[in-house]
T-cell receptor, first 115, second 115 residues
């Protein structure tokens, strides 16, 4: 389909392991966002990429979290040395540049469980 | 105080009822206001968008913004079981003129419409 694609849809890992989550945005969307959704906590902003500009990393909760976006398209969110509190749904969204309406198109998320 | 406050519910109403969902916020710079709907195990999708103060109507849905009170509302008329979902308010301070800044989301209100 033409929507935002995320993989894996579910990931179970052991505490201390590293995980990589992938996001494939809608073609032509230059802005890409990562949010985290924990039970009862709403959507927490993590990081934002806009074209070739430096990413806005202000929402990353610790230095164990990092993200990159290669070629202005696919993005990977990496969590090193996972902790149980990292368990959440990680949502990726994309939008057109200067989309003043704020319409973000979300993927279905990657559900991470850290045992 | 969080930037955006939203009662998480759950809210349960009978089919046909009028539903009122609300958010309050603290940042007076917010001027773009949205409501997203999220079905279980899906990503959020944009439902309504409003700029600055005023009302906007779309079918059974009406969005209201009162910037003087820092209060926004979503009304659903003639509610249907298919409206059962989590409704998240979202807002931002910038728009098309100055590029995107990440949306700030409320925690979401879980709504159940009972047939």
């Amino acid at each position: 389909g033409a929507g935002v694609s995320q993989s894996p849809s579910n990931k179970v890992t052991e505490k201390g392991k590293d995980v990589e989550l992938r996001c494939d945005p809608i073609s032509g969307h230059t802005a890409l966002y990562w949010y985290r959704q924990s039970l009862g906590q709403g959507l927490e902003f993590l990081i934002y990429f806009q074209g070739n500009s430096a990413p806005d990393k202000s929402g990353l909760p610790s230095d164990r979290f990092s993200a990159e976006r290669t070629g202005g398209s696919v993005s990977t969110l990496t969590i090193q040395r996972t902790q149980q509190e990292d368990s959440a749904v990680y949502l990726c969204a994309s939008s057109l540049a200067l989309a003043g309406t704020g319409e973000l198109f979300f993927g279905e998320g990657s559900r991470l469980t850290v045992l | 105080q969080k930037e955006v406050e939203q009662d998480p519910g759950p809210l349960s109403v009978p089919e046909g009822a009028i539903v009122s969902l609300n958010c309050t916020y603290s940042n007076s710079a917010f001027q773009y206001f949205m409501w997203y709907r999220q079905y279980s195990r899906k990503g959020p999708e944009l439902l309504m968008y409003t700029y600055s103060s005023g009302n906007k109507e779309d079918g059974r849905f009406t969005a209201q913004v009162d910037k003087s009170s820092k209060y926004i509302s979503l009304f659903i008329r003639d509610s249907q079981p298919s409206d059962s979902a989590t409704y998240l308010c979202a807002m931002s301070a910038s728009g098309q003129e100055s590029g995107n800044t990440p949306l700030v989301f409320g925690k979401g209100t879980r709504l159940s419409v009972i047939a």
